[in-house]
Structures are given as C-alpha cells and as structure tokens.
C-alpha cells in the first residue's frame, strides 16, 4: 500500500509536538514529595496538571497530525483536533508557568473546546468502528479509527479544566465537584490511567506480545491507576506505594517512547524511510500519555494525603 509523504505542515505539526514533549521533562523534578506550604499546594497542583494536559495535549496534536494526513483529511472535521489540539498544548504550557491564584479565562474556554472536541471525535470514531463490516468486532477495533486518541484530547481538556477550577479554590481544604479537590483529581487521574491502559492492552494483543517490554504498560498503569483510585477513595493518609507505582508508570510512559522509536528503526529502511516507517511502524505519540496522567495522579496524591477525609 502506497503511503504518501507527509506535507511541510504535518512535519511541523509533528516536531512542534516532540519539541514540546521534550520541554516538558524539565519539569519532572516537581513530581518528587515536598514539603509545601497548603496556600501554596493547590497552585503547584494546579500547574501539575496543567502539565499533564500539555503533554496529553502533544500526543495527540502529533497523532492526529499523522493519521488524519494518512486519511487524507477526507472529511474537513479531520482539520479540527490537531488545531484544538494546539490550542490546549499552549495552554498548558502557559499555565504551567502561571502561579496566579486565579482562573486564566481564555485557557477555561480552550480546555472546554478540547473536551468538547474529544466528545465529538470519539462519537465519530466509534461510528467509524460500527459503518465497517462485522461492526463491533476484535477486526475494526484493532484496524478502524483508534478509540483512545480522541479520548486522550477528551482527558486533555478535562485535566485543564480541573486545573483552572482548581486555581479559584482557597488555599485550605479545595474542592471540586462537591468533593475534596485531591479526591476528585485522584479519581479524574485513575480512571485516565485505566482508560489509557486498556488502549495500550488492545494494541499490544494486536502485536501479539511480540517483546516481553510490551506487558509492563498493561501492568504498571492498571496497578497504579487501582492504587489510586483507592488512595482516592480511602481515608486520607501518606501512601508510598502509589507514589512508587505512578513514578514507575511516568518512567514506562517514556521508556515506552524509546521503544516505539526503536520499533520505528528495525523497519525496513529504518528511519532513513522515516515517511511511511512512521507510519508502519508503533505509533510514537503514545507511550508519553502514561507520563502525562502519572503526573497528574501524583501531584492529586500529594493533594490527597493533606486533606481530612
């Protein structure tokens, strides 16, 4: 099957997401336990997740800038989620810069744009699941449009929004949702982590389990998103084993990278055929979603652990 090369706007598209995703490192450190003042906490939480959403956000900008192109943008909707997608990875990162203790407007509205987008394309890609032949079938849900990128611009949005919420919260004992802020972010985080885990499993039984490396993101994150939903739900108190288990998983999302670009290389031609070995090959932009909503999940835990129930 012929694939055709990448026009001069997919390629930007694509290293305007990696150059994100590699600026967004830089801020790992903060994942660490601190001893930080409560006025300050729901802040760095916040940042935290705008950060999250950031690199949520680069996944897929990158990977719907890859596929849609290998759609050949057949329906002008395709245009639509790497635009938003854009959108909410800027405003990620100006809001992860931002210790402002109040609601940025125009970051809100692109949060909830991203959202809203994630809605409407996971409904488009589920029809294009159900039109096929055999409909909901293990055969389109292996090779139709992918379930799970949409929904990683869906939690993008979420993951902004919660953030932005968060900011106009007091210092002490936040809320969200009628619900302890670390709480309610904790589980916004745990159901993320599974949802992008199942993606993970289904992909990689398409791949047969071809490496032994392909069972730890169908492993680590499920553990970790259980952990944390439990921390969650649970009365508050320190808890190093979730805060092991989701640095674990931030480290899995970006070792997972490392092999999807080795998976990349061993194609025929390797990367010297980058235009269709991209294509052919593990999709690149995957793997960092697990460190984008471990991130997440920790900077809820630390929030979390502070609270009374």
């Known amino acids: ?16 997401g990696i150059a994100a995703a590699a600026t967004l490192v830089r801020y790992t450190p903060g994942m660490r336990r601190q001893r930080t003042p409560a ?4 802040i760095e939480t916040s940042r935290a997740f705008n950060r999250s959403s950031a690199l949520l956000a680069c996944s897929v900008l990158t990977d719907s800038a890859m596929e849609h192109y290998r759609g050949s943008f057949s329906n002008p909707a395709m245009y639509i989620p790497p635009v938003v997608a854009t959108f909410s990875l800027l ?3 100006h809001g992860g810069a931002d210790h ?3 609601t940025h407007t125009v ?39 992918p379930l799970g990128a949409p929904a990683a611009l869906l939690l993008s949005g979420a993951l902004g929004a ?3 919420r968060l900011r106009n919260q007091p210092a002490h004992a936040p809320r969200l949702l009628s619900m302890p802020a670390g709480k309610a972010l904790g589980l916004l985080s745990g159901i993320g982590l599974a949802g992008t885990a199942g993606e993970a499993a289904l992909l990689h039984f398409r ?6 490396a392909m069972y730890a993101p169908v492993s680590v994150p499920p553990a970790a998103s259980a952990l944390l939903l439990h921390a969650s739900l649970s009365k508050p108190q320190p808890r190093w084993l979730a805060r092991v288990v989701l640095q674990l998983t931030w480290l899995i999302g970006w070792l997972g990278a490392a092999f999807h670009i080795r998976g990349v290389a061993r194609h025929h031609g390797g990367w010297r055929n980058w235009s269709q070995n991209i294509y052919n090959g593990p999709p690149l932009p995957a793997p960092p979603s697990f460190a984008a909503l471990a991130l997440a999940g920790l900077a809820a835990l630390r929030l979390r652990e502070r609270e009374r129930r």
């Open 1 to 16: 099957m012929r694939i055709n090369r990448p026009s001069c706007t997919t390629i930007a598209w694509s290293l305007a």
């Open 39 to 42: 006025r300050r906490m729901h």
């Open 91 to 93: 405003a990620g990162l």
């Open 100 to 102: 402002n203790a109040r």
């Open 107 to 145: 970051r809100h509205a692109i949060y909830w744009g991203a959202a809203l987008t994630g809605v409407a394309g996971t409904g488009f890609h589920i029809y294009n699941v159900m039109k096929r032949p055999g409909g909901w079938s293990w055969q389109n849900l292996f090779y139709a449009a």
């Open 162 to 164: 919660a953030a932005e």
């Open 207 to 212: 791949g047969s389990f071809q490496h032994k």
